[in-house]
């Protein structure tokens, strides 16, 4: 059993998206809980993805490329957790802000935070605070992540932060934020709970802002 888990585990971090299906399903069809194949295979993986990133042995692609193999094996998982009713560590709403068309930083934390175990609920680029504030009363999450791209969208984080406020919905999740041209000094500035600056530290200051280790 700890076999399949491990020959997860190398699959993803060695980006094989083919390998991670077949390794799921090997377990899967060998009794293995999907508990143990998301926490000690997927996630465990993807913790490791971020601490190589961290360390300069991964770049960007590598990071992509593991965070994809991850997300082959969540399309075999994701039923059965749902059907197993495996509750997620916390469910984040995330997007880009109005204005702003960039994403391929706001998916890969997305990937990021959905290899640490949390449920996605991704709005794609250019959301409106309306369409946030649509999102939160829907889905009712923990963290809403912004991201922002351009000096000129930034400021579209503090308006949405802003609405939120108007709202009288700004107190029932965290905030984090994210993006080239924002800091930690920004955030606080503007209120927001956390900051990060890639997308392994938004894995790691999400899970902080949920009270897990
Ligand atoms: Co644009 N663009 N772009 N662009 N683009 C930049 C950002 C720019 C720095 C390029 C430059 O001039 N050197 C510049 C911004 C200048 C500024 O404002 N200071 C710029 C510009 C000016 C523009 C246009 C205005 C160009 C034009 O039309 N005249 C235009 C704007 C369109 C719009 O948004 N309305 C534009 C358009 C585009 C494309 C559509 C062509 C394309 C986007 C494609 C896409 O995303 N689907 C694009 C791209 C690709 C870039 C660059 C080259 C790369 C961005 C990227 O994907 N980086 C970029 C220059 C650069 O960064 N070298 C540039 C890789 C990605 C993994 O990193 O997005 O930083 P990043 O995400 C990181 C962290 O920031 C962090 O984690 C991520 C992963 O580690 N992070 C978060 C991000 N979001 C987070 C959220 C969090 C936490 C962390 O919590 C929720």
Do not use: C, W
């Amino acid at each position: 059993m700890e076999d399949l888990i491990q020959g997860i585990y190398t699959a993803v971090v060695n980006g094989n998206a083919s390998g991670v299906k077949q390794k799921i399903q090997a377990a899967l069809d060998n009794g293995v809980p999907v508990e143990e194949l998301l926490n000690k295979g997927l996630i465990a993986a993807m913790k490791e993805v971020g601490q190589l990133f961290e360390e300069g042995e991964y770049f960007v692609p590598e990071m992509l490329i593991s965070a994809r193999a991850m997300q082959s094996g969540m399309v075999i998982l994701r039923p059965i957790l749902v059907e197993q009713d495996i509750k997620p560590i916390g469910k984040v709403v995330i997007g880009t802000v109005k204005g702003d068309l960039h994403d391929i930083g706001k998916n890969l934390v997305s990937m990021m935070l959905e290899g640490a175990g949390f449920q996605i609920v991704d709005l794609g680029t250019d959301v409106a605070p309306e369409k946030f504030l649509e999102a939160i009363n829907t889905h009712q999450p923990d963290i809403v992540g912004m991201s922002a791209l351009l000096t000129t969208t930034m400021t579209n984080i503090e308006k949405t932060l802003r609405y939120f406020e108007e709202n009288e919905v700004r107190n029932g999740f965290k905030v984090i934020i994210g993006g080239a041209p924002v800091t930690q000094k920004y955030a606080d500035e503007i209120g927001a709970d956390g900051f990060a600056p890639d997308a392994s530290q938004a894995a790691v200051v999400s899970k902080h802002l949920m009270g897990v280790a």
